[in-house]
């Protein structure tokens, strides 16, 4: 490890920096108020990175909860609180948000040679609505917590005596954030490429937000108003979802999953995205199958809208439409393995530096590839039938959610932030941390499957003693997780303060984002970069810039 | 956005009576502006008719289980009203067509007079429909208790001995007198549908009253009139739905 210079030569260094869009402007208005892309990224990243260790809190909660079979800390009231709140932050605060809104918003005019996106007003407008939604969440708590789980099933959602009004309206303004952010990007990658920038060079991070991007627009309005007959339904009782009324509560979960399903890919791709350019980039390989990989994020998208049956196989459905729903589930396997193995194959043979960004992009290739073959079990009309509403849906998802969407927004930001901030983390940390949240994670969760087969239902704050040993497990795995995310955050906070200075091209990337100076300027580009070579094309790359620190 | 070493592209004005047009500083010329406003509005109206589209769906949905509900209470609606109002927003269209049209051409006096009747027209809609309200009221149809009306529900209680909810199943009668399965739902589609669609009319004239106030302050001519037209556009959606929603509401048995 090198020493760092006296703080005093540190500070005359840094007033000796060029200017970049960090050290460009001060004062609170030059960020509440800009329209910087880079700034309103970071932005995103705090506010979703804090409604990310809030939602880990109340998934501690749950976990010291389930300690014993009667409980540890809450009435049975409180603990349906404490699972909604964890869902609803995350899905609603984090997962869906966090990429796209903090290193897409960061990294993809970047790749794109782009000065900002198409619409930065907009940019600011969707940051805001998410704040706004944020606060709306806050209040609900405030107001006396939902109970409902994050999906809000009518009819219970209807009759529930809680703040189900004011989170829905939460969630509505959340939707618009996402449906904007998606808006903008679509429109910059359409409008705003620099000259000789075709499609097929584009980056695959761009690639997989654009296909997040039109299912952000496209489904996510259903949602919209899905929220507000709820909220219409509570306060004027118009009988949509009341089954008393003439309502039908399965039309609630139609058209919940109508948005939810799609929803779960507007998670996951951006975090495919984020892969791609890092197998790509740690093993200075060009991607294999990179239109395969193009597509086949567009293909998700595509056949995401027609599966949203397959949340509902013991709602009450007809039969054929269920064969159906399970029959294309299958399908979407498809595209996701090929991405997969195209992954694998560009690790293979490559020169792979097992930094700390590659480490995470390993821990989650193994832990997608349980996530998702999960899913195609649960894909499986008959096996559902038996595992619906078990811990072994629990656990599908959250090898998912948090150990594929976490760990790839990681890794992401593990790559990107020499870039974001001109500093280094300490590497070391960095790999301690992405093993302790790793083995964490699967020590949480491995258990889940096998107690879900057994018959352990989710959502429950009590259970029956033969549980025991693997809800142990899983709370023993949630704190070794929770205190990798802890040094996790202390780490890159600290080096914020006394990190190293990071190379002018830390990782070797030959895409736009690392053809910047680092950290960018304002405007990113003192001219639109002109594209000639294809993209991941590494026998361009200047080698000297990995050895040139910054400033 | 200040910026060093290149300076913003300007759309001059036609004459005197406008002001030039700066475009945007991430921009490199005014088509590349147009077209991505353009594109990210066509894309938020998409957005539009997908929030529509939950409702419709729930309309034909609740129309396959209760047929007999909705024919009639398509009844109890003033097809004559509902005529009108389609007419008086078809004309509207037209007008703010006729008003993107002499923006573009920069007649100031004309784009201000045609926006104005179309603003016209959108204040009469919502007097017809606010009189279309008040008569269901009155004839007792629009039955939606407030959730603070005397009314807790815990998913226990036996709806069936509140008050309220016999006038709920009591809404409507068929031929023979007999109350109709659950005639209120039909009111409650009806209501929630052209009060979000209203709230579009009421959002699409306080558009058109901005677009007013650029006009007379010179800001948009035949060398920019980016916002007029996003603003016609969006006019036109609230016609578009309304087309579908007169025949649905009013006409279908």
């Known amino acids: 490890m090198t020493t760092h210079a006296p703080i005093l030569d540190t500070q005359k260094a840094k007033s000796e920096q060029p200017k970049n869009y960090l050290n460009c402007s001060s004062g609170f208005w030059s960020w509440a108020g800009t329209l910087d892309h880079k700034r309103i990224g970071i932005m995103y990243l705090i506010g979703t990175g804090l409604a990310f260790l809030a939602g880990g809190l109340f998934a501690l909660l749950v976990r010291l909860h389930l300690w014993e079979p009667n409980g540890m800390l809450f009435t049975n009231d409180q603990y349906n609180e404490i699972f909604t709140l964890h869902g609803a932050f995350m899905v609603f605060l984090f997962v869906i948000p966090a990429i796209p809104g903090s290193l897409g918003n960061m990294i993809l005019p970047l790749m794109l040679g782009a000065k900002d996106v198409a619409l930065p007003r907009l940019n600011l407008l969707s940051f805001y609505l998410w704040v706004m939604g944020a606060v709306l969440a806050a209040l609900a708590i405030v107001l006396g917590g939902f109970d409902t789980g994050w999906t809000f099933y009518a009819p219970y959602s209807l009759y529930t005596n809680k703040a189900v009004v004011t989170i829905g309206l939460g969630i509505f303004l959340l939707g618009f954030s996402s449906i904007f952010t998606g808006l903008n990007f679509i429109v910059t990658t359409h409008k705003l490429r620099a000259p000789g920038l075709t499609w097929f060079r584009m980056p695959l991070f761009v690639w997989a937000l654009y296909a997040t991007a039109l299912l952000q627009v496209l489904a996510t309005p259903v949602l919209g108003i899905t929220v507000l007959l709820v909220a219409f339904e509570r306060l004027y009782h118009i009988g949509i979802f009341d089954p008393r009324l003439g309502g039908d509560p399965v039309l609630f979960e139609h058209f919940f999953w109508f948005y939810s399903h799609p929803a779960v890919y507007i998670m996951v791709l951006p975090a495919f995205g984020i892969i791609s350019e890092l197998v790509s980039v740690h093993s200075r390989k060009p991607l294999f199958g990179y239109k395969l990989i193009a597509f086949s994020s567009l293909a998700i998208a595509i056949i995401s809208f027609l599966v949203w049956g397959h949340h509902m196989f013991t709602s009450g459905q007809s039969t054929y439409a269920m064969f159906a729903f399970s029959f294309l589930t299958f399908f979407v396997a498809i595209p996701t393995a090929i991405k997969e193995f195209s992954w694998v194959a560009t690790i293979w043979k490559g020169s792979i530096a097992l930094n700390s960004p590659m480490l995470y992009t390993l821990a989650f290739l193994i832990i997608f590839a349980i996530g998702g073959l999960t899913g195609v079990i649960l894909g499986a009309l008959n096996v559902d039938l038996h595992l619906h509403d078990t811990y072994f849906v629990v656990a599908h998802f959250h090898y998912v959610m948090m150990g594929s969407i976490a760990l790839a927004f990681f890794a992401g930001l593990h790559h990107w932030w020499p870039k974001m901030f001109g500093v280094m983390y300490n590497e070391t940390l960095a790999k301690i941390a992405c093993v302790t949240i790793f083995v964490g994670f699967n020590v949480t969760f491995l258990p889940q499957f096998e107690m879900g087969s057994q018959g352990m239902p989710r959502r429950y704050a009590t259970y029956v003693p033969e549980f025991q040993p693997y809800h142990s497990a899983s709370t023993v795995g949630a704190i070794i997780l929770g205190s990798g995310v802890a040094l996790m955050v202390s780490y890159l906070v600290a080096s914020l303060f006394i990190g190293k200075k990071a190379m002018q091209n830390q990782w070797g990337g030959v895409t736009l984002d690392w053809l910047t100076p680092t950290p960018p300027p304002l405007e990113n580009f003192a001219h639109a970069p002109k594209v000639t070579t294809e993209v991941y094309d590494y026998s361009t790359l200047d080698l000297k810039s990995t050895q040139t620190p910054i400033g | ?253």
Not at chain 2, 40 to 62: D, R
Not at chain 2, 134 to 149: I, N, Q, Y
Request: glycine share 8%; aromatic share 16%; net charge negative.
């Open chain 2, 1 to 253: 956005m200040s910026h060093d070493g290149h300076h913003s592209v300007v759309i001059p004005a036609p004459g005197p009576e406008f002001v030039p047009h700066t475009v945007a500083h991430h921009f490199d010329t005014p088509v590349q502006e147009f077209q991505s406003a353009k594109l990210g509005f066509w894309l938020f109206l998409a957005t539009e008719i997908l929030l529509f589209g939950g409702l419709f769906a729930a309309y034909f949905y609740y129309h396959d289980l209760y047929p007999e509900t909705f024919r009639v209470g398509g009844q109890q609606l003033d097809w004559k009203l509902g005529a009108v109002n389609t007419s008086v927003l078809l004309l509207s269209s037209w007008t703010m067509a006729m008003g993107v049209r002499s923006a573009q051409t920069s007649q100031k006096q004309k784009t201000m007079l045609f926006c104005a009747l179309t603003v016209l027209g959108a204040v009469i809609f919502m007097v017809i429909k606010f009189f279309e309200y008040k008569a269901k009221t009155e004839h007792g149809l629009f039955v939606f208790p407030h959730m603070f009306d005397n009314y807790q529900v815990d998913g226990s209680s036996n709806a069936g001995s509140l008050a309220w909810f016999t006038d709920v199943h009591n809404v409507m009668v068929d031929e023979t007198g007999a109350p109709l399965l659950h005639g209120h739902l039909f009111f409650a589609i009806y209501v929630t549908m052209t009060a979000i669609h209203g709230l579009h009319v009421i959002i699409g004239a306080g558009l058109i009253l901005w677009i007013m106030k650029g006009v007379a302050k010179g800001r948009f001519h035949a060398g920019y009139y980016l916002p007029v037209d996003l603003v016609g556009l969006y006019w036109h959606l609230v016609d578009l739905i309304w087309i579908f929603l007169f025949p649905l509401l009013y006409l279908v048995p």
